[in-house]
């Protein structure tokens, strides 16, 4: 499934996120799924599949997933903190 820039900011209005691969695995209760941007390095990918985590992808390289963040860096791993009832 991929998740576009207006995805990212819904995601990001409603849920919250936590940036970057070893905070994403570090905070692995607290993940609902991972987004990740097309260029994000396979070594991440397959890893993060080992932990069995539900992958989206990003339409748009990490710079772009940086922008719609609203971070002045690149961003290849995401992972969307799952909603507290």
């Known amino acids: 499934m991929f998740m576009d820039e207006a995805g990212i900011r819904e ?10 691969f070893k905070e994403t695995v570090k905070k692995k209760k607290d993940i609902e799924s991972v987004v990740v941007s097309k260029d994000c390095p396979e070594h991440l990918r397959e890893r993060l599949k080992s932990l069995r985590f539900n992958i989206e992808e990003f339409d748009g390289n990490s710079i772009y997933m940086g922008s719609a963040l609203g971070k ?3 961003v290849a791993v995401i992972g969307v903190k799952k909603v507290s009832k």
């Open 72 to 74: 002045p860096f690149n």
């Open 11 to 20: 995601i990001l209005k409603k849920k919250g996120v936590v940036i970057g």
